[in-house]
């Protein structure tokens, strides 16, 4: 645990160090933030966050470099000799590694979001300012069973719209009961306070026949729908300031509206727990790689384990865009790489010298 300590310490000030240089440029602008908020806003906000994603990675480190030594220093064959079994030197391995899992996994869920919040509202003010996701076009949600909007263009920078719809069924949901248009929309008050101009209604009358009511082009109304400007604007790291319970919320309200877009919050919702999942095979992993003595002692230990981290790495990261891209399902691209490793550090585990 000491170990993994200092390497979390050591790698946070060469994170801060790296990532100050990046943005020097933006802390320094006439208009850029007070050396307070860089300091309380976002450095202390940033090193949890960015040390959430590599902590495997650190117990990776940590393990080959406590197991290491003892390795160095013969410690297991003293102890293997003195009749200790192999698999018995595991324990206070898997015990720390339960420890690290638990505090990862519980900054994951609920720490980490919670101080993303400050992080983001930084980053979005200072530095990322113009990070918006969103369709601009051919818009449309289902607020309820009888209730949908269709938008076909819309503008961020001053809120407004073009060719509205609002569509109204009957209580099957399958017939049309009102059609409201406007050629112009614009949001007057955040959230979904708006104002229709260029007006016309089409209502259904006795069940067969069009009543069209039609308004002079200089006519508006302002009302309130269920059209939210937050379904359409969203910065590209909202989902960093959720907690896993409202990922859960936003995915379904998504999915309930019709709205789509929630694979990348979907695999993020999967990766919190499958992060904190690997650390327990990066453990069985570094300690059958390093309580081998070898020529080259620590130095290799740490080739081999870090090249292994790599390559897993990079399958999590080749798995979780099929994902994202909708060609495997979320849960299914997040955990294949824990899965396939899973298998490896088995086997390894059971070729180690023992």
């Not at 990675?57 to 393990?63: R, S």
């Not at 293997?80 to 698999?87: P, Q, R």
């Not at 918006?132 to 051919?138: C, M, Q, R």
């Not at 059209?227 to 319970?245: C, G, Q, V, W, Y």
Request: charged share 20%; aromatic share 16%; net charge positive.
């Amino acid at each position: 645990m000491g170990s993994f300590f200092f390497i979390v310490l050591l790698f946070s000030m060469l994170s801060v160090v790296v990532d100050s240089a990046e943005k020097i440029e933006d802390f320094l602008e006439e208009s850029g933030p007070t050396a307070g908020e860089v300091f309380f806003d976002y450095y202390l906000n940033f090193i949890p966050f960015i040390n959430s994603l590599i902590f495997p990675l650190y117990n990776l480190i940590a393990v080959i470099f406590f197991t290491s030594r003892l390795a160095a220093n013969s410690e297991f064959i003293a102890m293997i000799g003195n009749g200790v079994n192999h698999y018995r030197l595991l324990i206070p391995y898997l015990i720390g590694a339960t420890f690290i899992a638990s505090i990862h996994y519980y900054g994951n869920h609920y720490l980490i979001p919670q101080s993303n919040v400050t992080r983001t509202t930084f980053e979005n003010t200072y530095i990322w300012k113009h990070n918006f996701v969103g369709k601009s076009a051919h818009f449309h949600a289902a607020v309820s069973p009888t209730e949908e909007f269709y938008l076909q263009g819309f503008s961020r920078y001053d809120s407004s719209g073009s060719q509205f719809a609002w569509i109204q069924h009957d209580s099957t949901g399958m017939y049309r009961k009102s059609v409201l248009t406007a050629s112009k929309i614009k949001l007057l008050k955040a959230p979904n306070r708006w104002r229709l101009s260029g007006i016309k209604k089409r209502t259904k009358v006795n069940g067969y026949r069009d009543a069209i009511d039609l308004k002079p082009p200089q006519t508006f109304i302002d009302t309130t729908i269920g059209l939210f400007i937050s379904d359409m604007i969203k910065r590209d790291n909202h989902k960093d300031n959720m907690t896993t319970e409202e990922l859960i919320e936003y995915i379904n309200k998504q999915k309930e509206r019709g709205l789509g877009g929630t694979l990348i919050f979907e695999v993020e919702r999967y990766r919190r727990t499958a992060d904190p999942f690997s650390i327990f095979i990066l453990t069985l992993i570094g300690f059958s790689i390093a309580s081998r003595k070898m020529r080259g002692g620590m130095a290799w230990h740490l080739v081999l384990g870090v090249l292994l981290c790599a390559v897993y790495i990079f399958m999590a990261k080749f798995s979780t865009t099929f994902s994202i891209n909708g060609e495997l399902p979320p849960i299914v691209g997040v955990w294949v790489p824990n899965i396939i490793f899973s298998f490896i550090a088995l086997f390894i585990i059971f070729k180690a010298q023992k």
